[in-house]
């Protein structure tokens, strides 16, 4: 078995800088490519992972320590978001094509003739996350949608998992080339200090990172404080509060229990929407049945010895807060891989009162199978308390079945301030599981990520890696192919004509 955390290979600093170059060199012709072949190699891709499921998913169960079926179905769902971004690029319509023809009849004078769309950054810098060791890593979302946007992409690997990297990269690499692309259209390298290196270099244009507030933080101020500064896509931190409504409480507490359970310790608790802090109204039990449950929750392998380490540093800040219980302790168990497994570690702060008091230790992330309960009265600011919070990748909101207008009343405030806090609304489900399509959004104010108008899942992520330019009055011999008179890709547009408000053509 392997165990994590050891030195981590750097990949050398001329093998960076050879990459860095190949990157930057296959940037204009991939950027060039139309969108349908585009849209080959990206399925061409998938069919290489589907083809090597076995393979991926054996070599990962043994750095993870995940089990068999949930790589299985991140694999299935890594082609799945390849394949979507491919249908993506066969559409065309992310290119978002506008043109005012020209118009010297215009209501605010004489109008050229403007032509719009969006274009690839150039080379993208992605950092792997530890915990999808497919789905947000070598060939996740960010590296699809990168690549989607026509940027070529240079992968810096989690430690968590280097083989599985190397193994998807590779079949990554030869599958593009085997399209076509360009040597360059993607690469991997390995440590800490080659990733900074790359992310510092002119070459790199964009940047997308998955993991800690201080490692996501300490990546974005780099980026920005470049000479040239470029966009940086960080998902760093999040708590994902969840909220009950006395009526839900009444109506469903035992499932709404078992529900917070299951999700809060779904995967060791390293999924990055686990709810992390649970809101009742006092007086349902329901705290005491929530402990009941995650004490029969079997422990579960943290993903490396790192942290497991900063788990259980966070586990002994929580339970050193003045008026806080703990319920469950959280107990470490040895596993056969030299990582620590856990059982799930519960602890209640009381009045809600005494959250918002001491909320910079107890509203902020533990990653692992922890959580924070607190009781509030029906009287209480809830939305003011919400409005606390730092900013969340999702809210979840248990309500009543059948909400009478009193309920609604209460919530709507309350409502209004989880969408201006976090990135997505959750009523009556849990967070955890993010379903793949195109009106998701993973995203939400900082700490939750550090560019809160985008998303890392769905298909408006390919969005972080383009551009707009607007062409005026040039020559239509002169235009890119899609902005020409012809249209010859076939590409939709908004076409407006003199005196027109535009439409689809």
């Keep these: 078995m392997t165990t994590v955390d050891s030195a981590e290979h750097e990949t050398p600093a001329a093998e960076v800088d050879r990459c860095l170059d190949a990157a930057a060199t296959a940037a204009p012709e991939w950027g060039q490519w ?80 403007l032509r719009r769309w ?30 989607a946007a026509g940027c070529p992409v240079l992968l810096k690997a989690h430690p968590g998992h280097p083989a599985t990297s190397r193994l998807t990269a590779d079949l990554v690499r030869s599958a593009l080339l085997g399209a076509g692309a360009p040597e360059g259209t993607f690469d991997l390298i ?103 449950l995650a004490d029969g929750v079997p422990p579960a392998r943290m993903l490396t010895t790192g942290i497991a380490r900063r788990y259980h540093e966070r586990l002994g800040e929580l339970a050193n807060v003045a008026g806080v219980k703990v319920l469950t302790s959280g107990r470490e168990h040895a596993d056969p891989s030299g990582i620590p497994a856990v059982s799930p570690a519960l602890f209640h702060a009381g009045p809600v009162q005494n959250l918002h008091e001491h ?49 609604r009343a209460r919530l709507a405030a309350l409502v209004e301030v989880a969408a201006r806090c976090s990135g997505r609304v959750v009523f009556n489900e849990w967070p955890t599981g993010v379903a793949v399509t195109p009106a998701q959004h993973h995203g939400g104010p900082y700490p939750a990520t550090t560019a809160v108008s985008h998303t890392s899942v769905g298909t408006a992520a390919i969005e972080r890696f383009l551009r707009p330019v607007t062409y005026q009055n040039a020559p239509d011999a002169l235009l890119p192919l899609a902005l020409r008179d012809a249209n010859p890709l076939g590409l939709p547009r908004i076409v407006n004509e003199p005196g027109d408000s535009g439409r689809w053509r």
Excluded: H, W
């Excluded at 990055?272 to 802090?277: D, E, H, N, S």
């Design 34 to 113: 139309a969108p349908r072949p585009r849209a080959e190699a990206l399925s061409a891709v998938a069919d290489a992972l589907d083809a090597a499921t076995a393979d991926l998913v054996a070599a990962a169960v043994t750095e993870t320590g995940l089990p068999e079926a949930r790589l299985t179905g991140e694999v299935k769902r890594t082609t799945v978001q390849l394949r979507m971004f491919a249908d993506l690029l066969r559409d065309g319509s992310c290119l978002r094509i506008v043109i005012d023809r020209s118009d010297p009849g215009y209501a605010l004078g004489a109008r050229p003739d």
């Design 118 to 147: 969006l274009v690839p950054l150039g080379p993208a810098l992605v950092f792997a996350a530890s915990n999808f060791p497919f789905a947000f890593s070598v060939a996740g979302g960010d590296t699809a949608s990168a690549l």
């Design 190 to 292: 390995t440590g800490r200090d080659a990733g900074v290196r790359a992310l510092r270099d002119p070459r790199v244009a964009a940047a997308a990172f998955t993991g800690s507030v201080a490692g996501g933080r300490a990546l974005f101020d780099i980026a920005a404080s470049r000479p040239s500064p470029i966009p940086f896509f960080g998902e760093l931190g999040s708590i994902n509060p969840a909220i009950v409504t006395p009526e839900a409480a009444r109506e469903r507490g035992e499932q709404i229990a078992e529900g917070f359970v299951g999700s809060f310790t779904l995967g060791a608790g390293q999924f990055c929407t686990k709810p992390g802090v649970l809101l009742l109204p006092r007086g349902t039990g329901l705290p005491e049945r929530v402990a009941e």
């Design 359 to 407: 909320r910079d230790v107890l509203l902020d992330e533990n990653f692992g199978p922890s959580a924070v309960i607190a009781e509030y009265e029906v009287d209480d600011a809830l939305p003011g308390l919400l409005a606390a919070v730092a900013g969340s990748l999702t809210v979840t909101v248990q309500t009543s079945n059948r909400p009478d207008g009193e309920e």
